[in-house]
């Protein structure tokens, strides 16, 4: 039974940084796609970063440069870093995760696909 749980979610200024983290259980596979979406009030939901099993990292254009992907091996958690946070990205986080080729979690991470697992959500509000 695989379960991931978001945390680090909360209030913070314009400008800010907060840390999301995801952790991970009953999770086994060698192959992922582990990644973070959001979800705006009124909006779809968005893919925000994903790290495939290779390490590399993809991000949405709005977040390049403020927001960093990263996993903890040991530890079994995700995390997004988010620094000089904006109004627009307030909204409702998700991670998720799935068994994927590092191919195609780099040509798919931002489409649900990949995506067998979610997370129950941490709220951001900027």
């Known amino acids: 039974h695989v379960q991931l749980v978001e945390s680090g979610g909360g209030s913070v200024q314009a400008g800010g940084s907060l840390r999301l983290s995801c952790a991970a259980s009953?999770?086994?596979?060698?192959?992922?796609?582990m990644g973070w979406f959001r979800q705006a009030p009124g909006k779809e939901r968005e893919g925000v970063a994903a790290n495939d099993s290779d390490g590399s990292t993809s991000y949405a254009d709005s977040v390049k440069g403020r927001f960093v992907i990263s996993t903890d091996n040991a530890k079994n958690t995700l995390y997004l870093q988010m620094n000089s946070l904006k109004s627009e990205d307030t909204g409702a986080y998700y991670c998720a995760a799935g068994p994927s080729d590092p191919i195609t979690c780099r040509r798919l991470w931002n489409n649900r696909n990949p995506y067998l697992y979610w997370g129950q959500g941490t709220q951001v509000t900027v």
């Open positions: 009953g999770y086994t596979y060698s192959s992922y796609c």
